[in-house]
């Protein structure tokens, strides 16, 4: 079955201790992409990576790393995760032809 | 870069009514314009789409128009059914083999009353 997946799908955490969430494609995808999705402010991209190694600032990219050693791979870094990243975040990888397929999501909170 | 504004916030039909969601955006540019629907506590997944090279597409209960000269793309959703219930988004992007930005729309909220 082609999805996306996302780990882990609910994480309480506090300010300043390092977290990863990790995200896998199964369709060969060379794009993906992180999202935070905040209540009135839809979707917002974080970083977007073109292929293995090729990564990039999207809209909102302060506070978070990226990696993309692999291609299905496509981990989202907090080094030191403060409360304004409470967000429910979504990893995506996008065909040739644009359709954007969306992991479950990752609920966080950062107390 | 891309701005997408999206309206209504949030829109209450009756069951078997029509529902028309509108969104404008910047970068003339674009050329790619998908529907996303996202229900309570799931992922938000592609309804229909629609490249700038054509006016309008139907999906069954489903369309999309798009205004390349007024940079303003409508989601029509007929004989509207309580499933129909759920968050709408639009999005923009210049798509270009396999590369995209997407910027999206806030949302639309879509209550559909039995």
């Known amino acids: 079955e082609a999805q996306v997946t996302q780990n882990p799908r609910y994480l309480i955490t506090v300010t300043g201790k390092k977290l990863t969430v990790t995200c896998s494609q199964n369709?060969?995808?060379?794009?993906m992409s992180w999202y935070r999705q905040d209540p009135g402010l839809g979707l917002r991209q974080i970083y977007y990576s073109m292929n293995v190694e090729v990564t990039d600032k999207g809209d909102v990219p302060e506070g978070y790393k990226v990696s993309r050693k692999e291609k299905r791979n496509f981990p989202l870094i907090l080094e030191s995760p403060s409360p304004n990243q409470t967000s429910l975040y979504f990893c995506?990888?996008?065909?040739?032809?644009?359709?954007?397929?969306f992991g479950p999501g990752t609920r966080l909170t950062v107390l | 870069g891309e701005n997408v504004e999206q309206h209504p916030s949030t829109l209450s039909v009756q069951e078997g009514d029509s529902a028309v969601i509108k969104c404008t955006y910047s970068?003339?540019?674009?050329?790619?314009f998908p529907w996303y629907k996202q229900e309570l506590g799931k992922r938000p997944q592609l309804i229909i789409d629609i490249r700038s090279n054509v006016g309008e597409k139907k999906d069954q209960r489903i369309a999309v128009t798009l205004n390349k000269t007024a940079k303003h793309f409508s989601l029509h959703i007929t004989e509207t059914q309580p499933e129909d219930s759920a968050v709408y988004f639009c999005?923009?992007?210049?798509?270009?083999?396999?590369?995209?930005?997407?910027?999206f729309g806030t949302g639309t909220r879509l209550l559909v009353s039995p």
């Open positions: 369709m060969n995808h060379e794009y």
């Open positions: 995506a990888s996008s065909s040739r032809q644009g359709v954007e397929y």
């Open positions: 999005a923009a992007s210049i798509h270009d083999t396999g590369f995209q930005k997407l910027v």
């Open positions: 970068d003339s540019a674009s050329n790619y």
